[in-house]
């Protein structure tokens, strides 16, 4: 398997690789999620709520590497972590056309180009597999920067989930966005 999957220079000439995780990943990777869980609300989790430990996120690399339904991206820098995106589809038969992206990028190098072009590579694997008909997307409402990306790959709104993110109190709504295939 080959695990570089893209190379190439955002427009701040930085070197950005994107890559399938490996098990010796796994520290870095839930460092990265700690950490940019407590950079913005816009993640389902908080900073240092991401909870796995080194040795759970290995098994989890794992089992993501030998599924055939998942594509796990790590984007990196300077072999820093700046990307972690996933596209995921059901092993079930009458709904194994649909996908979930999850994406999120380290608060430092926003607006840089590494959202587009992780979403880019998500994209081409779901149109190069053949199967997925639909990627699916949840963003929170406030989140509009996110939402003007997505429309800028072709996702729609296609649903709102009411007061679904609880931020210490402060309730906002989910926004279901599609991308069809």
């Not at 993501?64 to 996933?86: G, H």
């Not at 608060?107 to 072009?117: I, P, Q, R, T, Y």
């Not at 709104?157 to 993110?165: E, L, S, T």
Request: no cysteine; aromatic share 8%; hydrophobic share 40%.
């Amino acid at each position: 398997m080959s695990y570089i999957l893209k190379e190439l220079t955002l427009k701040n000439g930085d070197h950005l690789i994107l890559r399938r995780p490996t098990v010796e990943d796994a520290e870095d990777m839930v460092e990265y999620l700690n950490i940019v869980g407590g950079e913005s609300d816009n993640l389902l989790f908080g900073k240092d709520e991401f909870h796995l430990t080194a040795e759970q996120e290995r098994e989890y690399i794992k089992n993501v590497n030998s599924n055939p339904n998942v594509l796990m991206i790590l984007a990196t820098i300077n072999d820093d972590i700046v990307s972690i995106a996933q596209i995921s589809s059901p092993n079930r038969k009458r709904i194994a056309h649909n996908s979930e992206i999850a994406i999120s990028v380290k608060k430092e190098h926003w607006k840089k180009g590494v959202g587009s072009a992780v979403m880019e590579a998500l994209i081409h694997h779901a149109k190069k597999q053949g199967t997925i008909k639909n990627i699916s997307l949840g963003v929170k409402a406030s989140n509009i920067k996110a939402v003007k990306m997505y429309e800028k790959f072709g996702f729609t709104k296609v649903g709102v989930h009411k007061n679904y993110f609880n931020i210490n109190g402060d309730f906002d709504d989910e926004i279901i966005m599609d991308l069809y295939i």
